[in-house]
């Protein structure tokens, strides 16, 4: 079968302040990657807590296939639909290859006990995410983006069908992030979905099918497909930045460079004066 995340109106505060965001409509669809992106304290990790139902909506509701999340068990929702939190620090002292099969638990039975399938299946998601070489590392003496490949490992073993990630390229080379879309590019088009979030603007046009731009100045994001977002007058507007959107010579998408502030060094255009001296 095949599944949708959605979100109708959606609005939500913490506490008593202000939203961070309301009138929120957004779908997560099976073979499709929703890109999530906009400034620092826009509201994007907080969106993804509600789309996990780690938050409740104040309005609006978040329905996977037309329930409401909170008409799921833990495990039935956890067979369906994973998400990956923005900073995760756990405090355990575990192999990685006992992190990746932590993601089999709406799998086990009542013992707790691996299976051959769940070996299997956490030993496949360690080589989709380049991590076989770490297997009995232990978690905690891992460098940051080693540690994020795991867990995306980890999350992918748990075998969902959506899945919602929050800046899972934020500590990763360029080898890695190249490579974390493609997988999640392939993973789309076997079947999955996902909501990413993501700062990189560049990789999000290359592989996002549509976009969600959240902004701190507007309630409502702006949705539709990466060159519908992705203009130099609403990402400039977003960001508070001149940002100026060309076309990728190679795959044709959106390609966006923010030009240095005025007076900080070289300018859009290159007719300054040449760098001399002082730099190395
Ligand atoms: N637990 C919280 N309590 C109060 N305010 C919060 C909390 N978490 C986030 N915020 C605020 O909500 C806004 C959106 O935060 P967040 O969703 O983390 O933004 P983003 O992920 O886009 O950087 C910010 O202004 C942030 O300070
Ligand atoms: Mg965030």
């Known amino acids: 079968m095949t599944h949708t995340l959605t979100a109708e109106s959606v609005a939500y505060a913490y506490e008593s302040a202000s939203p961070v965001f309301s009138q929120v409509d957004a779908a997560v669809r099976a073979g499709e990657i929703l890109g999530i992106v906009g400034p620092n304290g826009s509201g994007k990790s907080t969106l993804l807590r509600v789309m996990s139902g780690l938050l409740r909506p104040g309005s609006g509701r978040v329905t996977l296939d037309g329930r409401p999340l909170s008409a799921f068990s833990n495990v039935d929702r956890a067979r369906t639909l994973a998400f990956l939190p923005q900073a995760v620090n756990p405090a355990f002292a575990l192999s990685v290859f006992e992190v990746v099969c932590l993601g089999r638990y709406p799998h086990m039975g009542a013992f707790g006990a691996l299976s051959a399938h769940d070996r299997e299946v956490a030993e496949r998601c360690m080589r989709h995410t380049e991590i ?54 392939r993973l789309a088009e076997d079947g999955y979905g996902f909501a990413v979030v993501t700062h990189d603007l560049n990789l999000a046009a290359r592989f996002c099918d549509r976009l969600l731009l959240l902004t701190n100045w507007r309630e409502t994001p702006i949705s539709g497909t990466p060159a519908e977002v992705l203009t130099g007058p609403r990402l400039s507007e977003a960001y508070a930045a001149a940002i100026r959107v060309d076309r990728h010579p190679v795959t044709d998408a959106p390609l966006i ?11 859009a255009g290159g007719d300054g004066p040449p760098l001399e001296g002082g730099r190395s």
Do not use: C, K, M, Y
């Open 132 to 185: 076989e070489a770490l297997e009995t590392r232990d978690f905690l003496t891992l460098s940051g983006g080693e540690r994020q490949r795991v867990l995306l490992a980890s999350i992918l073993a748990q075998e969902p069908d959506i899945l919602l990630l929050d800046e899972p390229t934020a500590a990763l080379d360029i080898h890695h992030q190249i490579e974390l879309f493609a997988l999640l590019a």
């Open 257 to 267: 460079w923010a030009e240095t502030p005025a007076g900080n060094g070289p300018s």
